[in-house]
Every structure is written in C-alpha cells, then in structure tokens.
C-alpha cells in the first residue's frame, strides 16, 4: 500500500510543479499609452513599456501611477516626436507575457523600458514580448 501513495505523491507533485512552470503570465493593465496617428486594426507596432512615473510618455495628464506605452515614437521624418496630448490615453491594455517582471526587473536601470509588439484588434491593444 506504501508503494502506491507514494507514486500518487510523485504523481501529484510532477502535476503541481508543471503546472506552476506553464502559469500563464498574461494580464490585462491599466497603462497611458501614447497612440500613434494612424493605427489600422490589425496592424501591429513596436511598441515601449516603462514604469509609472516614466518617461515613455512624458505628459501630465494626472495619473502618473500608470505603467507608460509608447507606441508613438517612430514617425518617418522625424528623430524626436511628441504625441500630441489628444493622443494620451489612459487604456486597458492585454499584455501576453510577464509585463510585472518585465517593469520590475528594469526599475532601476538607466534605459527603463521594455520592447513590446502590440496589435490593435479592433478597440483592443494586445501586446506581446
């Protein structure tokens, strides 16, 4: 009797172990997000994410405790552009990989941000690492 608990147990940890490793870290946040002129449903977009009170989108708009998206930043012609505030959104945002590790693991780093691809699917952002 000893000999098949003891493989339930083994079995029950295998199963606990692969399903903490396969957890899904994909989340929805609330982020202010610099939306570019033109964004075509489906299209997808480079994209940077950096933490609240960031730079990435450098804009008072009043909730400096939101993660920042800049998916504004390349605009042919132009080395440094500036969204426009009618542009800022503050957004629900599907992220498709560990964004909270993402944001965390660049805190204190001189270049804060983290590159994302992001498509607008409809009145959706989902982005992916």
Not at 18 to 24: E, K, N, P, T, V
Not at 63 to 70: A, H, K, T
Request: charged share 25%.
């Amino acid at each position: 009797m000893s000999r098949g608990g003891s493989w339930v147990g083994k079995a029950g940890l295998w199963v606990t172990i692969l399903l903490s490793a396969c957890r899904d870290q994909s989340h929805t946040h609330h982020v202010v997000i610099a939306y570019p002129e033109h964004w075509q449903d489906g299209e997808r977009r480079p994209c940077f994410l950096g933490p609240e009170d960031g730079t990435t989108v450098s804009r008072s708009m009043g909730q400096p405790e939101l993660p920042q998206l800049d998916c504004d930043r390349f605009v042919k012609g132009e080395l440094i552009h500036r969204t426009p505030m009618e542009r800022i959104y503050a957004l629900d945002v599907y992220f498709g990989g560990d964004s909270y590790g993402a944001l965390e693991s660049r805190r204190r780093q001189v270049i804060n941000e983290t590159p994302w691809t992001c498509e607008r699917i409809g009145d959706k952002i989902e982005c992916k690492p």
